[in-house]
């Protein structure tokens, strides 16, 4: 078993949910995030007086403690996904060791 973290901006949301499904990972969880590209500045100084504005990207993160064998076919079809896209924003995807669980 292996922990699958995958980021992207909120209006993929629906793709990267069917990439699971097509995947055969059917147990996922998901958590809106503000992602920040611009190393050059920090958050600081992208974050607002003004609490109306926001600095960052509304994006998402999926997390799902995976089975090995369904990895690779999830990153082969992301790999297809962001070959489609025309934005500088592409899906991303790690995989994390489970060393111990319960």
């Known amino acids: 078993m292996k922990l699958l973290i995958v980021t992207a901006v909120e209006e993929f949301q629906k793709d990267v949910l069917k990439l699971f499904k097509k995947a055969g990972i059917e147990a996922f969880s998901t958590s809106e995030i503000d992602g920040y590209k611009n ?8 974050q607002s007086w ?3 504005e926001k600095g960052g990207s509304e ?7 995976a089975e090995e064998e369904k990895i690779d076919p999830f990153f082969e079809l992301v790999i297809q996904y962001n070959s ?3 934005t500088e924003n592409p ?9 111990r669980a319960l």
């Open 84 to 86: 489609t896209l025309e």
């Open 39 to 46: 190393a050059n500045n920090s958050v600081v100084a992208t």
């Open 50 to 52: 003004f609490p109306g």
């Open 59 to 65: 994006s998402l993160m999926v997390f799902s403690f």
């Open 91 to 99: 899906v991303r995807v790690v995989v994390v060791p489970i060393e």
